[in-house]
């Protein structure tokens, strides 16, 4: 992994998007069973030039990881969750029902959460080739997974707006 700057961090981000390469991003908290370090971490995969790019901070950095997310997904999932607030939000799985069920609890109680999207090429995926959706348990230490061959798309929207939320709330 090549450590740099959280402002270079979306530079490199911009420069993917911009250049149409395959790409994505990561937020991983200090308590997140992918983290290495005792911080928080921002990363960035550039898939077509196998590189990977992080970020530590001991601030957890929301706006960069959304910043990227955004470019990522295409849509500010919070920008979303505001303009379909009279429309209830249903997962397509019932993997990713059970997930935001433990989310909105965790959240009603002021327990931080996260979870991971895995792109097929992502290096953290234990299913290569496939779309893994993960939740780690913050009580239990249980990971969820989510594994479908099409990408989730609503269900990727789902689990962003939710956990984006949370730094509106916290
Ligand atoms: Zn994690
Ligand atoms: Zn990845």
């Known amino acids: 992994m090549i450590e740099v700057s959280a402002e270079r961090l ?3 981000g911009r420069e993917l998007a911009d250049g149409g ?7 991983l ?3 997140c069973k992918l ?6 971490a921002l990363i960035v995969e550039a898939s077509d030039r196998s590189e ?4 530590y901070s001991d601030d957890p950095m929301m706006d960069v990881g959304r910043a990227l997310a955004t470019m990522v997904h295409g849509a500010d999932p919070l920008a979303a969750a505001d303009s379909e607030t009279t429309e209830v939000v249903q997962a397509d799985s019932a993997a990713v029902t059970e997930m935001m ?4 609890d965790f959240a009603a109680r002021g327990i931080h959460w996260h979870h991971h999207i895995l792109f097929p090429e992502c290096v953290f995926n234990p299913h290569p080739g496939d779309w893994t ?9 249980e990971t969820l997974e989510s594994v479908t061959i099409d990408k989730p798309e609503q269900d990727i929207r789902v689990t962003e707006t939710l956990f984006f939320s949370q730094v509106v709330h916290s």
């Open 35 to 40: 983290n290495e370090r005792e911080q928080c």
């Open 52 to 55: 990977v790019y992080v970020t």
């Open 10 to 12: 979306l530079e490199i």
């Open 133 to 141: 959706l993960v939740f780690e348990d913050p009580e239990t230490g």
């Open 101 to 104: 069920r433990r989310a909105k």
């Open 29 to 31: 908290s200090p308590d």
């Open 21 to 27: 390469e395959r790409w994505h991003n990561h937020v």
